[in-house]
């Protein structure tokens, strides 16, 4: 966006194929991105972060003294279950690849500024860090206690 609140359409190239059509409410074939295979090949084009959250020498703790291996596998059922349950509480979108199925980091982080889309996808754009968890707890989406 600008400084006007006006959207800088061409922004949208670095990342996407075409100029997604945001009034639609389905996605069109301007969305596929501009890397081919799993979507965090795009992001390490930029950014090149080790395995966090919760992973041993990451960038962030872990509050416990539990590790995660990895976060990019598929959910399990538990997981799956909370991600749905938190749809259900936090007008937010939890997106996994594609193609694997597995969580991704679009998943945690959203790669849009604000005002650029309407509804779900909006939540936690310019948030901290950019997570969709626009303030609130984002272990709890998908780990509940
Ligand atoms: C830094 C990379 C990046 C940039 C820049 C970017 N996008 Fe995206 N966009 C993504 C990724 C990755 C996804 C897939 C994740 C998802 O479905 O939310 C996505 C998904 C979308 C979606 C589908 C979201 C939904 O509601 O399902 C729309 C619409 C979209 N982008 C529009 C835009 C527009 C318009 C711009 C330019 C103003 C833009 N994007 C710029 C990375 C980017
Ligand atoms: C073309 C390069 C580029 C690509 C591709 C890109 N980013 Fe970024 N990203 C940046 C830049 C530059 C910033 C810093 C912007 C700022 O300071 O406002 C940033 C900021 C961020 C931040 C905030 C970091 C912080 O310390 O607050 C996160 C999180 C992030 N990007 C995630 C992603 C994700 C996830 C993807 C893949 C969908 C992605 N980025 C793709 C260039 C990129
Ligand atoms: C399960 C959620 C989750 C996933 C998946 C995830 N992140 Fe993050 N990311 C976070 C959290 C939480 C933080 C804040 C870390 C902290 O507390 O310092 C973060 C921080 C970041 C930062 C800021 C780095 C810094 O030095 O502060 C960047 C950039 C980033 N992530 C990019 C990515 C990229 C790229 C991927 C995919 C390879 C990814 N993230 C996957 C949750 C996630
Ligand atoms: C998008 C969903 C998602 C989010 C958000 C998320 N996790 Fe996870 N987490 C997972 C998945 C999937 C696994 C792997 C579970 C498995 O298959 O055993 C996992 C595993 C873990 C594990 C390993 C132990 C275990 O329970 O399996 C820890 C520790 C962990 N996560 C901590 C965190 C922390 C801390 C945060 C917040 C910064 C966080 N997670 C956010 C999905 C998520």
């Given at each position: 966006m600008n400084d006007e609140g006006e959207v800088l359409w061409g922004v949208c190239l670095v990342c996407h194929?075409?100029?997604p059509d945001t009034s639609v409410d389905k996605r069109d074939?301007?969305?596929e991105l501009r890397v081919g295979g799993e979507y965090k090949n795009l992001c390490f084009k930029c950014h090149t972060v080790k395995k966090h959250p919760a992973a041993k020498g990451s960038i962030s703790g872990s509050m416990s003294d539990i590790y995660a291996s990895d976060h990019l596998v598929e959910p399990n059922k538990i997981i799956s279950l909370n991600m749905r349950l938190s749809l259900?509480?936090?007008?937010?979108l939890l997106p996994?690849?594609?193609e694997t199925g597995k969580v991704t980091c679009v998943t945690c982080h959203n790669p849009h500024e604000k005002g650029v889309l309407k509804g779900r996808g909006d939540w936690g754009a310019d948030s901290?860090?950019?997570l969709?968890?626009?303030g609130l707890e984002i272990c709890q989406y998908c780990h509940r206690k």
């Open positions: 194929k075409g100029v074939e301007a969305i259900k509480e936090v007008y937010t996994l690849d594609p901290e860090r950019r969709r968890s626009e």
